[in-house]
């Protein structure tokens, strides 16, 4: 069974600050990795995608690879309250193309 | 305006009832896909499909049923077999759904609830 896992949260953060969100994934066969937000009642919506280990940034967006530790991470600098939503983590096994998504943390960027 | 467009935005039904929610995109992706979430959960996959006259049943496909007679669209029958239908539904495709660089993009969803 592919798994990948994430804190609910809720995860808070004050308006500024860096926002850590982490997944961790079962299958060591994964090669692609997505990162979504979904703001309430809203389709999920693509951030970012990495596929090679270290960091990969895009604005105030940074995604974090390690294979070998089997977890990727985003970071949110400058954290505003129009990013307060729930991200979700997916995980694609190389030679597929169905993603497994994990359940999603929920981010508050309070003022 | 190239995108996912899915209808109606909000449906309600009655028990007993079967009902199509549509899917259509304009982005000339060969891959698309039925999801459904429900309150605090993931993504949970129904269908999907590679290639027009092709789809291939998900994780929890019982109650649902789909065609694929065009590649612009991907529409998602909800029969009376379903036996907790009421959830949001969700829309999606990709490029060639070969995996590799292939991202998903999704529709703005369709809530289905039943009376």
């Known amino acids: 069974q592919k798994e990948v896992e994430q804190n609910s949260g809720p995860l808070s953060v004050p308006e500024g600050a860096i926002a850590s969100l982490n997944c961790t994934y079962s299958d060591r066969g994964s090669q692609s990795f997505f990162w979504y937000r979904q703001y309430s009642g809203k389709s999920p919506e693509l951030i970012m995608f990495i596929y090679s280990n270290g960091d990969k940034e895009d604005g105030r967006f940074t995604a974090q690879l390690n294979k070998a530790s089997q977890y990727v991470s985003l970071l949110i600098r400058d954290s505003q309250p129009s990013d307060s939503a729930t991200y979700l983590c997916a995980v694609r096994r190389g030679g597929s193309y169905i993603p497994t998504f994990g359940r999603g943390t929920s981010l508050i960027v309070h003022p | 305006d190239g995108g996912i467009t899915q209808s109606p935005k909000y449906l309600f039904r009655k028990e007993g009832q079967n009902v199509t929610l549509s899917c259509e995109q304009n982005?000339?992706?060969?891959?698309m896909y039925w999801y459904r979430q429900d309150p605090g959960q993931g993504l949970r996959l129904i269908y999907y499909?590679?290639?027009?006259?092709?789809?291939q049943k998900g994780d929890i496909a019982e109650g649902y049923s789909v065609s694929r007679e065009k590649k612009e669209s991907f529409p998602l029958t909800v029969t009376s077999a379903q036996k907790n239908p009421t959830a949001f539904y969700l829309c999606?495709?990709?490029?060639?759904?070969?995996?590799?660089?292939?991202?998903?993009?999704f529709g703005p969803g369709t809530r289905l609830t039943v009376l």
């Open positions: 999606a495709s990709s490029p060639q759904g070969l995996g590799g660089t292939d991202t998903q993009y």
């Open positions: 982005l000339n992706h060969d891959a």
């Open positions: 499909s590679q290639i027009v006259n092709d789809f």
